[in-house]
C-alpha cells in the first residue's frame, strides 16, 4: 500500500514539473515598436492618351469631357504599371515545327492612392493627353494613416 502511494506521489510530482516546465513560456513581456521610414522617396509620372473623336457623345464637348475622363485613367493605367508591375500571359502552339498561334495578354492591378494631375491638355487636332504624378511620401504618409506599420525596438521581460 505504502509503494502505491508512493508511486502516486513520484507521479504527482513528475507531472507538477512537466506542467510547471510547460508554463515557462508564458513570460509576461512589453514590446516596443517603432516606424520604419524609407530613406528616399521617388516620384513617379505618367501620361495617358485618349483619342476625342472615338469617344461616345452628342458633340464635340461631349466627346472632349470623355476623352479627358479617359486619357486620365490611361494615365492611372500607367501609374499602376509602374508601382505593381504588369502580369503576363502567353501561348504558342506548335504543330510540324511550324508555329500556328501566338497570343499575349497583358493586365494591371491596383489601387494608387495620393495620385494629382498635373496638367490635361490636347496633343493635335484630335487626342487629349493627362500627365499624373505620384510622390511617393504622400504614399507613405497614407499608408502610415491605415496601416500603422511597425517593427519591434525592444522587448523587455518580467
Given at each position: ?48 492618351y485618349a483619342p476625342v473623336a472615338q469617344q461616345m457623345g452628342q458633340t464635340e464637348n461631349d466627346r472632349s469631357l470623355m476623352a ?91
Amino acid at each position: 500500500m505504502q509503494s502505491i502511494i508512493l508511486q502516486s506521489a513520484r507521479a504527482t510530482g513528475v507531472s507538477l514539473v512537466l506542467l510547471l516546465g510547460g508554463c515557462s513560456g508564458l513570460i509576461d513581456k512589453h514590446v516596443e515598436w517603432e516606424v520604419v521610414e524609407p530613406e528616399s522617396y521617388p516620384v513617379l509620372t505618367a501620361i495617358g492618351y485618349a483619342p476625342v473623336a472615338q469617344q461616345m457623345g452628342q458633340t464635340e464637348n461631349d466627346r472632349s469631357l470623355m476623352a479627358m475622363k479617359a486619357s486620365k485613367l490611361d494615365a492611372y493605367r500607367e501609374l499602376a504599371e509602374q508601382v505593381y508591375g504588369q502580369r503576363l500571359n502567353g501561348s504558342q502552339s506548335v504543330a510540324n515545327m511550324v508555329m500556328q498561334d501566338s497570343q499575349l495578354k497583358a493586365s494591371v492591378e491596383g489601387v494608387i492612392r495620393g495620385a494629382r494631375v498635373i496638367k490635361s491638355y490636347p496633343v493635335g487636332e484630335d487626342t487629349y493627353a493627362t500627365e499624373l504624378e505620384l510622390d511617393m511620401r504622400k504614399v507613405y504618409d497614407i499608408y502610415l494613416t491605415t496601416a500603422k506599420p511597425k517593427r519591434i525596438r525592444d522587448v523587455t521581460y518580467y
